[in-house]
């Protein structure tokens, strides 16, 4: 069965900087891998998503993702952080064996002025 | 149309009340699923529904009744609810099963 750990419950960063959110997946076969964004009340945003095209995954408002098969990992990464990038994140692993979507417990991040 | 809708946006129900909360997709998608989301949590799945006939249900309490009447529409009868069913009740589609998901915006349900 496939898996998605999402390793911070917590991570805030200040305006500006660098953004890193990990993720690591268990799959014994080729995933498919997507973050999600969320916003307070609102529903989910797709944000990118991984279905074994290319590596380096580029989605909205400039995050990106790498899939690294020998780590097992899929970290979001954003150059620089805006105060609008405060939201939960969720990775998130397609199942296709199961016929499932697993998500990830979240990630809360936070942006410091 | 790539979005997805839901009615209402908030709703106050007691436990005696019988309501419905609506989902509705014109992307063509051919899978519609109910989450549910208490704060701080990821999404639970409540029930999948594919080529309109329902294919998972999570052991989901009768008191929670699915309908999918037509390919873009979703349905959640709510009936003799607890307090702790408040949460916030997300619908999404997909093209097939499994792929990623498309969702609502979600309808915030209280339970007095």
């Known amino acids: 069965a496939q898996s998605v750990t999402q390793l911070d419950s917590h991570v805030s960063v200040s305006e500006g900087t660098p953004v890193l959110l990990r993720c690591n997946y268990s799959s014994s076969y080729s995933p498919s891998l997507f973050w999600y964004v969320q916003h307070p009340n609102k529903g989910l945003q797709l944000l990118l998503k991984?279905?074994?095209?290319?590596?380096l995954v580029k989605g909205i408002n400039g995050f990106e993702a790498e899939f690294k098969k020998s780590e097992t990992s899929f970290h979001l990464t954003k150059p620089s952080a805006h105060m609008s990038d405060a939201a939960e994140y969720f990775c998130v692993v397609s199942d296709p064996i199961a016929s499932k979507i697993i998500f990830g417990s979240g990630t809360r991040l936070s942006i410091r002025p | 149309d790539t979005e997805v809708t839901q009615t209402p946006k908030h709703l106050v129900m007691g436990m005696t009340n019988k309501k419905s909360l609506k989902c509705e997709q014109h992307?063509?998608?051919?899978?519609m699923y109910w989450y549910k989301q208490k704060a701080k949590k990821p999404p639970e799945l409540m029930f999948v529904?594919?080529?309109?006939?329902?294919?998972i249900n999570e052991s989901v309490p009768s008191r929670f009744s699915p309908e999918c009447p037509n390919s873009s529409l979703l349905n959640l009868h709510l009936h003799a609810l607890q307090p702790e069913d408040s949460a916030l009740y997300l619908c999404a589609s997909s093209q097939d099963r499994p792929a990623f998901l498309v969702f609502g915006p979600g309808t915030r349900l209280t339970v007095l």
């Open positions: 991984y279905t074994s095209a290319a590596t």
């Open positions: 529904y594919s080529y309109e006939k329902l294919s």
């Open positions: 992307m063509g998608h051919r899978a």
